[in-house]
């Protein structure tokens, strides 16, 4: 099938390898612009650009879609279908009728729950124990499309967004390899979305990565999670932010939230239970153990966050 892929990062651009190997033509590739990267600002291509380029085909780069710029170009390169992968444009509507077979998008939940642009994230933030991947034809709402095809994805009750990231691309790319031909073979027949069952899942900021103590343990946990690896969770102490990369639930007897009930390994007592903090980065500092952290500032059982 003659394929125009719109996509920007690396689940994006994992998925573009996989029609590569599929034997499909890319006929050509849309992706957002460079941007600078890192503490030296380096600009850097998308993920997705760079996969295109190593494969010899043309990549596009406009600030917009929606002001019409680009429909002479689209419609020359005459795709039959249209698949995107976290593009992070808006398709207009003049667009998503071009190609025989329309547009199609992979999203990273189970829709109509969690539709917007950290779906994984929220799915993990919120302590769900499954998510998965749905492929939908794309329409002019955000992620309202009729649904073709979904595959669910178990959460482990340890797992982190960054983890959750990778196993939901592996399905991902499985989802799009088995889709395509039923679509060039006219089999797949699109669900209409139960628009009353949807929920958002908005970008995510480094303020929200915030915690207290004084929340329930679960909720710290699943904050924890959901944030790594970005923004990363954080706690306020001495007037700096302590960052926690892992940690764990644990027992608590009832005390005060904040309270240190063991110093090694390091136990915070929450509003409901308790947390054992095993990773934690403090302002300024490395990545650390909690019990190492705990040892710098000579806490003990009993002292207070």
Not at 157 to 162: F, K
Not at 227 to 254: D, T, Y
């Amino acid at each position: 099938m003659r394929i125009l892929f719109m996509g920007t990062p690396d689940i994006a651009a994992a998925c573009l390898e996989t029609l590569y190997a599929a034997g499909h033509e890319i006929c050509a590739v849309y992706t957002r612009r460079d941007k600078p990267v890192g503490r030296k600002q380096i600009l850097t291509a998308p993920p997705v650009k760079q996969t295109a380029l190593s494969h010899g085909t043309p990549v596009y780069q406009p600030k917009t879609l929606r002001d019409g710029g680009e429909d002479a170009n689209i419609r020359a390169l005459a795709p039959d279908l249209i698949v995107v992968v976290a593009y992070g444009c808006i398709i207009p509507p003049q667009i998503l009728t071009m190609p025989k077979y329309g547009c199609i998008n992979l999203h990273v939940s189970l829709l109509p729950k969690y539709r917007g642009s950290a779906p994984i994230q929220w799915a993990v933030l919120n302590g769900d124990t499954e998510t998965g991947v749905s492929i939908m034809q794309l329409d002019e709402g955000v992620d309202t499309g009729d649904v073709l095809l979904c595959k669910t994805v178990a959460i482990g009750p340890e797992t982190t967004s960054g983890e959750l990231f990778e196993q939901v691309t592996a399905v991902g790319r499985q989802a799009l390899a088995e889709i395509l031909p039923d679509i060039e073979a006219g089999k797949v027949h699109g669900e209409k979305q139960d628009h009353a069952k949807a929920s958002l899942a908005p970008r995510l900021t480094k303020e929200m990565a915030e915690f207290r103590f004084s929340e329930d343990a679960a909720h710290i946990h699943n904050w924890v999670r959901g944030m790594n690896p970005w923004p990363v969770a954080w706690f306020m102490h001495g007037g700096k932010r302590i960052k926690v990369q892992e940690c764990r639930l644990a027992q608590s007897a009832g005390e005060a939230p904040g309270t240190v009930l063991s110093a090694r390994p390091l136990v915070i007592a929450c509003g409901q239970g308790a947390v054992e903090l095993r990773r934690v980065v403090p302002e300024g500092s490395k990545p650390m153990d909690g019990s190492a952290w705990a040892a710098g500032l000579r806490l003990a059982a009993g002292d207070s966050l």
